[in-house]
């Protein structure tokens, strides 16, 4: 059988704007990864879907209707991307976030004129030579790199190689974000080389940050705020737990011209507390964190982590200062992170006001229907 059926609970899933359908959902399936048309229990034709039969996450829709799945469509996705993407100030941005451009399992991001992908399900791996010649076609890509080194892979039993498809990429790509500059790693960097999801907020923390002020940027990965905040700061420190990326931070302020940013390697849940019992204030600071709940069983424990990080990182605000601070835990939400932050300000003894709710950028779609598209949330504070 090339087809697969499904229940009607597994139909109403794609009606209400879900492109996911679960194994309990399917009736039948060929027994094969790839793309397929998705009938009804009465053999109505629902669209066409990515099937990975490994995969509690059977099927995700693709495609409503029977054009087929060819260069041509895969080019006007792309192009539908790319279009979507126009506004952006920037040289890196994610020209493909999977089910948030309506094409599931597949994460794209642009470093200039190099793009690094990852196929996150079976199917979308039979389809490879053909997504990688449109994407190399739409971006006039000079180097294509897989980053498959995600255990996301494993669990569809595929392979795990960072690889490159076309072209040849550097180890290391200059690329511009408003008006400071950076290298991305795409080889060996974390995510795809940067955390591209952030750049609106960095941008924000540049135009608010006092001319002459100091300020702080913890969880800070390559200087991606303090590079910023250091436009218009007199100081700042960029504090992060890999001496790997603040050594590329180092290089990065260089290529700004910037003085005036201290590299700082250490744990934020030990400098934090030292800094605010050595009676230091700021008058930004910025927490990044990477996500503490990685499932569903961890959300207790990091929003505790959370709440400490935040409550510390208050405490150094200066009056008058701002705190500019996110989750990326997709598994924490809006409203227990806005719990979080008012137990926080409650125990830190501050007192703050909200100026601004923050989320992804518009490279990042979020849809309202599939929550698995939203991960980022943050807030702009500031201290009376
Ligand atoms: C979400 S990323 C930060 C991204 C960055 N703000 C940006 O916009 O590119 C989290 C960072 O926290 C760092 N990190 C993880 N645990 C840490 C800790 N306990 N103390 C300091 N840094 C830590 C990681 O090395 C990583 O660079």
């Known amino acids: 059988m090339s087809w697969a059926t499904v229940s009607a609970r597994g139909a109403s899933r794609w009606a209400t704007g879900h ?38 996450i059977r ?3 693709l495609e409503r ?10 080019r006007l996705q792309f192009e539908r991307c790319r279009h979507r993407r126009q506004e952006i100030d920037a040289t890196a941005w994610r020209a493909v976030h999977a089910e948030g451009d309506s094409l599931p399992a597949l994460v794209v991001d642009r470093y200039d004129r190099w793009l690094v992908v990852q196929l996150l399900s079976a199917a979308l791996e039979t389809q490879r030579d053909v997504i990688i010649e449109a994407l190399r076609d739409t971006f006039k890509a000079d180097g294509i790199l897989l980053r498959h080194d995600v255990g996301i892979r494993r669990l569809e039993g595929l392979d795990e190689a960072v690889v490159v498809v076309s072209g040849e990429v550097p180890q290391q790509v200059e690329v511009r974000e408003g008006a400071v500059r950076w290298y991305a790693a795409p080889w060996t ?37 303090a590079l910023h905040l250091a436009t218009k700061s007199r100081s700042v420190i960029a504090l992060d ?46 927490v990044d964190p990477p996500a503490f709940a990685k499932s569903k069983a961890h959300v207790a424990a990091a929003l505790r982590g959370y709440h400490e990080i935040n409550r510390r ?3 150094l605000v200066a009056p008058g200062g701002w705190l500019l601070t996110a989750s990326c835990s997709f598994h924490v939400q809006r409203p227990q992170f806005m ?9 830190s003894g501050r007192r703050f006001t909200l100026h601004r709710i923050l989320g992804q950028g518009v490279d990042h779609p979020e849809v309202v229907t599939i929550p698995e598209t939203g991960y980022l949330k943050g807030v702009l504070l500031r201290a009376d």
Request: aromatic residues 10%.
């Open 19 to 56: 492109p996911w359908i679960y194994r309990s959902d399917v009736i039948t399936h060929p027994d094969y990864a790839g793309i397929i048309p998705v009938r009804d229990d009465r053999g109505r034709f629902l669209g066409q879907a990515i099937c990975s039969p490994r995969s509690e």
């Open 59 to 61: 099927l995700r829709l």
């Open 65 to 74: 209707t029977e054009t087929p799945i060819d260069y041509a469509w895969w």
């Open 189 to 225: 960097g974390q995510k795809t080389g940067a955390f591209l999801d952030q750049r609106d907020n960095r941008l924000l923390a540049g135009a608010i940050a006092p001319r002459d002020g100091v300020a702080l940027d913890c969880f800070s990965y390559h200087g991606s705020f």
């Open 241 to 286: 737990a890999s001496d790997e990326a603040l050594a590329r931070g180092a290089v990065n302020a260089a290529i700004n011209g910037m003085d005036n940013i201290e590299w700082v390697a250490g744990d934020a849940f030990d400098l934090l507390p030292e800094w605010g019992r050595q009676g230091r204030r700021f008058d930004v600071v910025v």
């Open 313 to 315: 990182a208050m405490r």
């Open 339 to 347: 719990d979080m932050i008012a137990g926080a300000a409650a125990a």
